[in-house]
């Protein structure tokens, strides 16, 4: 799999192992192994004389990903990293940004956190962000000296890189609505936010992303009037605040759909997205959560006329958090209990009628910690649970990393006091964590250890 000097096989991927500034993982490490998917195979880098190759060719086939595992002189796991999966383009295997000849994978301890290779271009509070197929965008937020920002930018979990863009317009808390996959070619829309003047805005652009990384033109689609806010989020298509609105993307607007009256109340949100369950007849359609004080709203069958549904908790919660686990459940965590909420929304697909959702549980002692107001995202084998405050007000300088299926604890990792972060869910099977209140350019990545091979 991995290249002679001679001669590399063809196609090739360039793969490069970076890691965390000033970090001295690869010191202890002896020998490499590479475990590539699509199909399996297995091969070693080791140590010589000359040192640890950091730079190697692989051979790439459809499936093409790659998992990394540094070992000490003790045959000790002491590193691991994850390329993100493969995608096709016109035959050809390239990663999700479209590069079909390098990627670079991040290594670091396993479940472990660390800072990424890369900082933001500058010092920021209140960044938006929204996930990409290929990483994440950050935009705008405020500097120390109070000034509105226009800057955009991507990171690159395929090569774990940052690119620089500028907005048409200066704005904190912009709502970020990537198009569609794939994002790096489909643009990312801007809509709303606080103006240089300190005012929420209902502006709507289109930013387009001609090729990787690569900023391109705006196009200026004009106020959104009535529909001002700031600090608002987009979720299954549908952008909280007040009004609730929707983006229509065939007639570059904003527009408020026609049967959804979300309440002012509710501030946080996920997604759910379709899969199939467990029986044949039953399936569960795509939908998105809102999460109030002391109940969520369903809204399930994206669309003008969604069909809604209200639970309540089983107690109220008091700065709580809410994302999708690994059942295909929405978990709600955080406020004064440490444990979480599972609300199950089945629903019949052959009449097309919602029922009742055929659960909502609490699981006890989930969290080590009372966390108000955290950050929370969750990829398809761990949720993550950042930061937030105590009851006291001081920011938590932890992160609970918690079984996406079972709820299991895994991990409690040490990150940067700060309140208001986001977390993000990469590609790569890690979690990065940007922004919040204070002035920040650090960008954290929690790396978890590898799943078993079989």
């Known amino acids: 799999m991995v290249s002679a000097c001679g001669g590399a096989p063809a196609p090739t991927m360039h793969v490069d192992l970076v890691a965390a500034p000033g970090a001295s993982i690869f010191d202890s490490i002896e020998r490499i192994e590479i475990l590539q998917f699509g199909p399996v195979t297995v091969a070693d880098v080791k140590r010589s004389a000359a040192g640890l190759p950091l730079s190697f060719d692989v051979e790439t086939t459809a499936g093409f990903s790659l998992n990394v595992q540094g070992f000490d002189a003790s045959g000790t796991v002491v590193a691991v990293g994850e390329s993100p999966p ?4 016109d035959g050809d295997v390239v990663t999700l940004d479209g590069d079909a000849t390098h ?42 000296t109070g000034e509105i920002s226009n800057t955009i930018e991507i990171y690159d979990a395929c090569q774990h890189t940052i690119t620089e863009g500028t907005m048409p317009a200066p704005r904190l808390g912009v709502t970020l609505i990537p198009n569609a996959y794939p994002a790096y070619l489909a643009g990312i829309w801007l809509f709303a936010g606080t103006g240089s003047d300190g ?36 979720l299954g298509g549908f952008i909280t605040g007040e009004p609730p609105t929707v983006l229509d993307a065939n007639n570059n607007t904003v527009g408020q759909p026609l049967d959804c009256q979300i309440a002012a109340n509710h501030v946080r949100c996920s997604e759910l997205l379709p899969t199939v369950g467990a029986e044949a007849d039953e399936e ?23 069909l809604a549904t209200t639970v309540a908790l089983p107690e109220p919660r008091d700065r709580a958090a809410i994302t999708v686990g690994g059942r295909e459940d929405f978990v709600v965590v ?3 209990q440490t444990s979480a909420v599972l609300i199950d929304p089945m629903y019949n697909p052959s009449s097309g009628v919602p029922q009742k959702p055929t659960s909502v549980t609490e699981q006890a002692n ?36 918690l079984d996406a299926y079972t709820l299991a604890h895994v991990a409690t990792v040490p990150i940067a006091a700060r309140t208001h972060a986001v977390v993000l869910a990469l590609p790569t099977d890690q979690f990065a964590i940007v922004g919040g209140d204070d002035p920040s350019d650090l960008i954290e990545l929690f790396t978890p250890a590898l799943p078993p091979l079989f």
Do not use: H, W
Request: no cysteine; hydrophobic share 45%.
């Open 334 to 336: 955080g406020g004064a």
């Open 284 to 306: 569960f359609l795509a939908g998105v959560a809102f999460l109030g004080g002391s109940n969520v709203e369903l809204l399930m069958g994206v669309s003008a006329l969604p």
């Open 199 to 234: 005012l929420a805005t209902s502006s709507l652009y289109k930013l387009e992303t001609p090729a990787a990384n690569t900023f391109g033109a705006a196009v200026d689609y004009g106020d959104q009037t009535g529909f001002e806010r700031t600090g608002q989020v987009e």
């Open 103 to 144: 990627v670079s994978i991040y290594v670091a301890a396993p479940n472990s956190i660390a800072e990424a290779p890369v900082r933001l271009s500058s010092a920021r509070l209140g960044i938006a962000t929204s996930e990409l197929p290929y990483g994440a965008v950050f935009a705008g937020g405020e500097s120390a």
């Open 86 to 89: 493969d995608a096709m383009v």
């Open 366 to 401: 989930v969290l080590d910690t009372p966390r108000f107001g955290p950050s929370i995202a969750a990829t398809y084998r761990f949720i993550m649970v950042a930061g937030g405050v105590d009851a006291a007000g001081t920011p938590i300088p932890s992160a609970e990393i």
